[in-house]
C-alpha cells in the first residue's frame, strides 16, 4: 500500500487545480488550431501538463480514500473494492446591480468506505450549508452567506438506508474548528410515480447544531417528463424551512425547465416568489433566471453563467438584475461524474426482505 500523502505535497497538489481557472480559456481546446500566431507545441504542452495535474490530484483522493478504507475496516481475507472518493472544488462570482460584488470558493471532500459496513461514507465540507436561507438552497445560489466562511465540518453519513418507502441519509459529525460543534442531520425522501409523465417527491430534512439550534426543512417536487428521452423536464417545487436561530419560517414556490441539448450543453429556467412568516409576513423575492451549463474539458470542468432578474424586498421590489459565473472542477478515479444530468428520480420500493 502507497503511504499516505504529506501535507506539502497535498497543498501543492491543492493549489496547483486552482490556478487553472485563471488559464483554462487556453486550454479547452486540446487539439492544436492553425492560428499562425499560436504555437501548437506550447499549447499542446500547457494541454499536457493540465492532464498531468489533474491526474496527480485525482489519484491522490483516491489514495487517500483507499488508505482510510482499508485502515479502518478492511479484513485480511477481503479482497479490494471500488473506492469512488471525489474532490469537488468550486468557485463562483455574483453580481448584481443594486448588490455587490460577491465570490464564493468551496471545497466538498466525500471519501467513499466501500469496506465500513451499512454505506457509511466520510464528508468533508468547507462551508456547509445547512443554514443558508430557503431561496439560496433551493435555487442552488447559496454562497455561505449564514454560515461563517471557514467552518469545515466531518462528517460520517449513513446513506440509502430505507424505511419502508422512504429512503433516508443520516450524518454525525462536527465543525472541524475551535470551539468544536457537534451536529447531527436527517433526511427522509419518498418517490411516487403518479401517472406516465409525472412523479412526485416529497424530501424531509432535519438538522441541528450546538451553537446554532435546530433546522427543519420539508419539500414537495412534481416532475413531468416533457419528452420519452428526458432530455427536457419539468419541475415544480413547493417548500417551507424553519430555522431557530431566525424563529420563522420560510416559503417557496418554484418552476424550473430543464434542457439538457447535448452531452455538452445544459440549459436551465427558472421562475417564482418566496416569503417568509417574520414580523412583515410578506413577499421576500420575485425572480427569474436562465442558466447555461457547458462542460469546456473532458469530463471534469464545468462552467456554468446564470443571468437573472430579481425583485427582492430588501431593495423595495426594484428591478435588480444581475449574473453569476461558476466554475466546477471534480477529481475522481472511479466516479463517474456528469455534471449537467437532470434526472427524474426512481420510486423508492420497500427494502427487501430476507
Keep these: ?74 479484513d485480511e481475507d ?43 461514507k466520510l464528508i468533508i465540507d468547507s462551508e456547509p450549508g445547512d443554514f443558508d436561507s430557503l431561496e439560496n438552497k433551493q435555487r442552488g445560489i447559496a454562497t455561505g452567506n449564514k454560515t461563517t466562511s471557514g467552518d469545515t465540518v466531518g462528517a460520517f453519513r449513513l446513506q440509502d438506508a430505507h424505511f419502508g418507502n422512504w429512503n433516508s441519509d443520516f450524518d454525525i459529525g462536527i465543525k472541524l474548528k475551535l470551539p468544536l460543534d457537534p451536529f447531527t442531520k436527517m433526511r427522509f425522501t419518498r418517490v411516487d410515480p403518479i401517472s406516465e409523465n409525472w412523479t412526485t417527491q416529497l ?59 447535448d452531452d455538452k450543453n445544459l440549459f436551465e429556467y427558472s421562475t417564482g416568489i418566496s416569503a417568509d412568516t417574520g414580523e412583515n409576513k410578506e413577499v421576500t423575492n420575485y425572480w427569474v433566471s436562465a442558466k447555461w451549463n457547458k462542460r469546456i474539458y473532458k469530463h471534469w470542468l464545468y462552467l456554468g453563467v446564470r443571468p437573472q432578474l430579481e425583485f427582492p424586498r430588501e431593495y423595495n421590489y426594484h428591478a435588480n438584475p444581475g449574473v453569476m459565473i461558476e466554475l466546477e472542477m471534480f477529481f475522481s478515479k472511479k466516479r463517474k461524474i456528469d455534471r449537467l444530468g437532470r434526472y427524474i428520480p426512481k420510486p423508492t420500493l420497500p427494502e427487501p426482505q430476507d
Design 78 to 120: 477481503e479482497g479490494a473494492l471500488t473506492n469512488r472518493s471525489y474532490l469537488r472544488i468550486r468557485n463562483r462570482l455574483a453580481y448584481s446591480y443594486r448588490g455587490k460584488l460577491d465570490n464564493d470558493f468551496k471545497v466538498y471532500f466525500k471519501l467513499d468506505l466501500p469496506h465500513v459496513k451499512r454505506d457509511w
Design 203 to 261: 424530501e424531509q430534512q432535519v438538522f441541528y447544531y450546538h451553537s446554532k439550534g435546530l433546522g427543519y426543512l420539508s419539500a414537495l417536487s412534481g416532475y413531468y417528463a416533457i419528452n420519452p428521452e428526458h432530455s427536457k423536464i419539468f419541475k415544480t417545487t413547493t417548500s417551507a424551512q424553519y430555522l431557530k436561530e431566525d424563529d420563522k419560517w420560510e416559503l417557496l414556490q418554484q418552476f424550473e425547465l430543464f434542457h439538457r441539448y
Design 1 to 74: 500500500m502507497k503511504p499516505l500523502f504529506s501535507f506539502k505535497t497535498c497543498y501543492k497538489q491543492l493549489c496547483l487545480p486552482i490556478f487553472l481557472f485563471s488559464i483554462i480559456p487556453s486550454i479547452s481546446q486540446a487539439e492544436p488550431v492553425s492560428d499562425t500566431s499560436t504555437d501548437p507545441d506550447n499549447q499542446s504542452s500547457m494541454a499536457d501538463w493540465v492532464d498531468d495535474s489533474h491526474q496527480s490530484l485525482t489519484d491522490t483522493v483516491h489514495d487517500i480514500g483507499e488508505y482510510l478504507d482499508e485502515s479502518l475496516a478492511k
